[in-house]
DNA sequence: CCGACTTTGTTCTTTGTCAGAACATTCGTG
DNA sequence: CACGAATGTTCTGACAAAGAACAAAGTCGG
């Protein structure tokens, strides 16, 4: 049950239906591809005639794409139908805090090429560089193929109307705008997109064909920071100012350690990668001590969790900690939105066989009921680039979204 | 941007566009009234024939009636419409621990005639009584006008589809089908639903004409514990297991006071109308030393309210150190949905010069930025009823609802 | 090999709504 | 009392949805 909002509402018209229908089809053939015109018509309930007329408008705007016929038990051969992805290139960009990542990928996310380079915080100087890159990925493998467009993840606030990037501090932007240079240096539409949000995208719009798909979960990111993308009714919540999800700074103590946002004990300061890092170290943590030590001992979280994987008993109980505060965390999420699942991202999940028990028996002694309990929690593992994935759904998904009404 | 989903889908018709301007036109006369049919023309941006030809169908239905025309400048006098609420009736009826509550109201939430009576556990018992009263009420104040529903307002968890009370602890009830024996026993449509949901419902639905309704808030619930109804773009969050919203357990302390949750150092255990009426007696709270004491000390929350109005410094400090606990607990809604603002209902709200200060001091200091820090948070007086409100929503918000599509 | 049957996909007709023009109504004004 | 200006109604054309009829392309059994 929604409300209209009278002050900003979309009438509907003569081409209404049509905009809905065409919509409802060119998603069904993406989750059930390859499918033929008589089985949508079944799906959708609508006549043969009809899926033929609306899949012609589909073929022709370049949506679709007619395959080959296929064998069937008996009666006319159907003719099967796929959505257009392998010619439609997407240029994913994640700026982190020391790398900076190029993916060029298809339509569906899969990856065509990839480069790193160093982060460059100043954006006179990024612009260009990321001009020349990729203008060179695209003259390199692009061949006769389209780039439809930019996505852009950022560790940070972006606000979702204009794009600009509100509050990033390890990059230490505030309220750049890197969409409108990027856009007149390339000629190509660019989406700027908060990452935890970006990989909760692309878990929604590019999962698996044929696995089901959750319109209602949490993606969590476990980094420098904690972040979170939360998706009610199959959409994101950005919240107000563009800050709903900061999970991160949610007090698990009243009397913890510090933290950078201000307040103590936040859920963040126990189990960012730096809190891990610190703990296997044995030093207290703390923001400032942390920033000073990790790059002078040379250890990474990275380290550490193949070191908890090798057995070593220092990292695995670093880890240990790391999971029960987590755990903690997640069940105030499942406290405050009920989600269907919770994924969990991050370099920490290569350890999640040592991870899982001692999350979910934290959920568990903190849920209220057994459903909530029972709450999926899904990990990601880094080595699927989340983020890129992300960015290529900050491109492609829009085109397969719900129309507005009303 | 929503994404569709493929197993649920609703496929748009000949008639969608109908329905959804139908909608559209009705919840303008709604927040407009009265209005002319030429200014819904303009509002709407389609023809004074359209309009003519939806309004038709909309007073056949009985949803909008014509008034009077009045004067114009120039012209013919537009003749204004309205939509058809003082004859259309709703039972509200609001269960609580001690005391029930039924409201004969308008369509709009006008109340007509109030009862009370004291709750009856037993389900067969409570029935007959509510037939016998709801039938009194309408053969009394009900003249001719119609009867549309009942809305059931229930301090517990409602499931949203059956109508089932899955968990009410207060009453004692669990996976309670009250909605089936009295629909049968009145013959009247009969919505269940949670409370802090309700009241959120009754904010967006039934604000006063010409006010800014909020699409994006939270509605909190301080009474015998805490609640929330969430509301994210217009539309309530219940999550997978119709449990979304509590923050009332989420910890404010690792090692706070035990609640019955089975956690410890919930907000619920700092800011309850219990916890504070048992800091200003003096005593230690745990839920199984006040539900004995509370009722044999005779002090109500109303009473220390009161007493904290007059001025008594007990009272004053008890209601004050609630109110902390309280401000830590709506930060944790800030930083996790960043609503555009929070409304507090409860018996507290009357001492809310009182508190406001307080409550405001504690998100300002634990707010990740300024936006967030000045989100606003808007009490809500007990003496407006906010629960029968919401028992009228539950039945006249569906009618004003969007249409589902795609 | 051929006709009966089955299923897919296309085309054509009917139906009903949207959109906008034309028309009727009702007021103020010079 | 004609005229302009606004509101409200009626009429007509255009066009999409719905569904029937038809064409296409296969299997199967005799």
């Known amino acids: 049950m929604r409300k209209i909002n009278t002050r900003s ?15 409802i089809l060119l998603n069904l053939v993406r989750e059930h591809e390859p499918i033929s015109r008589a089985e949508l018509a079944r799906r959708m309930k609508i006549g043969r005639g009809m899926v033929t ?23 006319r051969r159907p003719q099967m139908l796929y959505v257009r992805t392998h010619d439609r290139l997407v240029i994913a960009i994640d700026i982190r805090f020391s790398s900076t990542y190029i993916m060029l990928t298809d339509f569906s996310g899969n990856s065509i090429a990839m480069e790193t380079f160093d982060t ?24 006769s193929r389209k780039c439809e467009g930019i996505g852009l993840v ?18 230490g932007w505030r309220n750049v705008d890197i969409k409108t240079p990027l856009e007149e240096a390339l000629g190509l539409p660019v989406h700027v997109e908060n990452a935890p949000i970006a990989c909760a995208l692309a878990k929604m719009w590019l999962g698996r064909p044929g696995a089901t798909v959750p319109t209602d979960f949490v993606y969590v990111t476990v980094s ?12 994101v919540v950005r919240g107000q100012t563009n800050s709903a999800g900061e ?11 510090d933290c950078l946002c201000g307040g103590h004990g936040c859920l963040e300061v126990y189990t960012s990668n730096l809190a891990t890092v610190c703990r296997y170290l044995g030093k207290e943590f ?5 920033r000073a030590l990790l790059p002078s001992s040379g250890v990474t979280i990275a380290e550490v969790v193949s070191r908890a994987l090798a057995g070593e008993a220092r990292a695995v109980d670093a880890l240990q900690v790391t999971a029960r505060h987590l755990g903690a965390g997640l069940s105030v999420i499942i406290k ?5 699942q919770i994924v969990v991202g991050g370099e920490i999940t290569e350890a999640w066989e040592q991870l899982e028990p001692t999350i979910r028996a934290e959920i568990a002694a903190r849920a209220l009921t057994d459903m909530a309990a029972a709450t999926p929690i899904v990990p990601e593992l880094a080595s699927a680039y989340p983020r890129l994935r992300g960015g290529t759904a900050l491109v492609s998904a829009p085109l397969f979204a719900a129309p507005k009404f009303a």
Do not use: C, K
């Open 9 to 23: 509402f979309v009438r509907a018209t003569r081409w209404t239906p049509r905009e809905i229908n065409l919509q």
């Open 53 to 75: 007329y609306l899949t012609a408008e589909l073929i022709a705007q370049g949506a679709l794409y007619e395959g080959d016929t296929v064998d069937s038990p008996r009666g």
């Open 120 to 143: 460059i915080e100043d954006l006179n100087a990024l612009v260009p560089e990321l001009q020349t890159r990729v203008r060179n990925l695209l003259a390199l493998h692009g061949a």
């Open 154 to 171: 950022v560790p940070g606030m972006v606000d979702a109307v204009s794009g600009q990037v509100l509050n990033a501090p390890q990059l």
């Open 224 to 235: 420098d920071g904690i972040g979170a993308g939360v998706v009610v009714n199959g959409q």
């Open 247 to 257: 999970f991160g700074h949610v007090p698990l103590t009243a009397d913890g350690p």
């Open 286 to 290: 703390s923001p400032a001590t942390a």
């Open 336 to 340: 405050t939105l009920s989600p269907t």
